[in-house]
């Protein structure tokens, strides 16, 4: 079966704690992104990446890094700057192309908790 | 900056009625609007996507309809079921170049049996 998956479902942080988010896809599509979602609010982009080795800055980067070493992979760090990381994280994927038709698929998602 | 407005934010209502679900967005140059629905806790699952250039999208009971020059687009449901219950999204990909979408904080839908 194609699709997304993230890991963990849940995750508790400690203060002072880096952590990572897990997204990975068998799509074979080069963009990939991941969104932050607080209650009542729709989804804000923290990071995307469109090609291999190369990623951009979304809204709301500041707390966090990502890498993009391999096409399948994109994963998250929620760095200890990130002061409020509590939210439910949701990766995406979908195939580049300027104008797409395309939609986004989406991930099952992480929630984040701080302990 | 492109905003994009979902109201109400929450809706309750009988099963069986004809729902109507509003979005507008306030740059009319877009790629695409596209509804999301959204189950609690859960991912993000694309209901219909409209390409600039179209003005309505069908797929069983669901419609959704464009006015690119107003900046609005609705989802019409027909005869609501209780498995209907979840938040819709609505989200548009400005053009620019880059993929990003742009969401609305969505509405949470109540169908009551």
């Known amino acids: 079966d194609g699709g997304i998956t993230q890991s963990p479902k849940y995750l508790f942080r400690k203060e002072g704690q880096n952590v990572t988010l897990s997204c990975e896809q068998n799509?074979?599509?080069?963009?990939m992104y991941w969104y932050r979602q607080d209650p009542g609010q729709g989804l804000r982009l923290i990071y995307y990446s469109q090609i291999v080795n190369d990623f951009q800055k979304g809204d709301i980067a500041e707390g966090y890094s990502v890498s993009r070493e391999k096409k399948e992979s994109f994963p998250l760090t929620v760095t200890s700057a990130q002061k409020n990381p509590t939210a439910f994280y949701l990766c995406?994927?979908?195939?580049?192309?300027?104008?797409?038709?395309?939609?986004?698929?989406f991930g099952p998602g992480t929630r984040l908790l701080v302990l | 900056k492109q905003e994009v407005t979902q109201i109400p934010a929450a809706l309750s209502v009988p099963e069986g009625e004809n729902l109507v679900l509003n979005c507008s967005f306030t740059d009319s140059a877009i790629y695409n609007l596209q509804w999301f629905r959204q189950d609690p806790g859960k991912g993000l699952t694309s209901l219909l996507l409209?390409?600039?250039?179209?003005r309505e999208q069908t797929s069983g009971r669901l419609n959704a309809s464009l006015d690119k020059s107003s900046g609005r687009s609705t989802l019409y449901i027909a005869a609501s079921q209780p498995g209907d219950s979840a938040t819709y999204l609505c989200?548009?990909?400005?053009?620019?170049?880059?993929?990003?979408?742009?969401f609305g904080k969505g509405m949470k839908l109540t169908v009551n049996p």
């Open positions: 409209i390409q600039s250039s179209q």
């Open positions: 989200a548009v990909r400005p053009q620019g170049g880059s993929e990003k979408l742009v």
């Open positions: 799509l074979n599509h080069d963009a």
């Open positions: 995406a994927s979908s195939p580049f192309e300027t104008g797409s038709r395309e939609t986004q698929y």
